[in-house]
């Protein structure tokens, strides 16, 4: 299973991946960043519902001087003491979150549209892909609304989170290192979708689902 999964990421197909019991308990919907449309931003939107966020690996981040929200929240909070008071101390399954900016493509209008999250999307990946780092100001602002999620430094080996299951995955894949996750949410209980439903949706729809867990014993091994 995983070995279809590596080449549908690589196909430039959806992988649906689950992280892990003791953690969120949720499934992703991921794609490789480089490959992403518009019309698959409107079947994250539409289908999974949770949030589109950029995963960046950290060797691209670190180029890109890409930093952790967490890190500006303490730089800035002598001056905005309210930033202090909402330190993000209290995550029950992680140490802190890997969001970084939030950013739109300087050629975008809005930016809120799926082909402008496309464009935001798949331009990031390409700057990365083309190591033009020097060139991320010139492409982007900020704020927007694509949310930037930094891998942690050594990946699965840091933290276990999607970002860096994503990641992982795409380096396995040899892909561009630069994906793209959406929490898979369920109206009808309006929470995230079981892993019954989640599985269910990847046979209706012919994707694959992978267990977290199964991606972690491949990364490790491999490096």
Known sequence: MLN???DRLKNGEFVLIYDDDERESETD??????FVTGSQVATMRQDSGGLIC???HPKFSDKIDLPFMYDIMEFAKDKFPVLGKLTPNDIPYDERSSFSLWVNNRKTF??????????????IAKLCKDKRFDQFGNE?????????LRGADGLLKKRQGHTELSLSLAEIAGITPVTVVCE???GRTEESRSIESAENYAKEHDLTFLDGNKIID???KLF
């Open 140 to 148: 982007f602002r900020s704020p927007g609304h694509v949310a930037l």
């Open 54 to 56: 950029t995963c960046i």
């Open 29 to 34: 919907m991921v794609i490789g960043a480089e």
């Open 218 to 220: 491949e990364y490790l």
């Open 4 to 6: 279809k999964g590596i």
């Open 184 to 186: 898979m949410m369920d």
């Open 110 to 123: 809005t930016g809120i549209t799926d082909n402008d999250r496309a464009l935001t999307i798949s331009s």
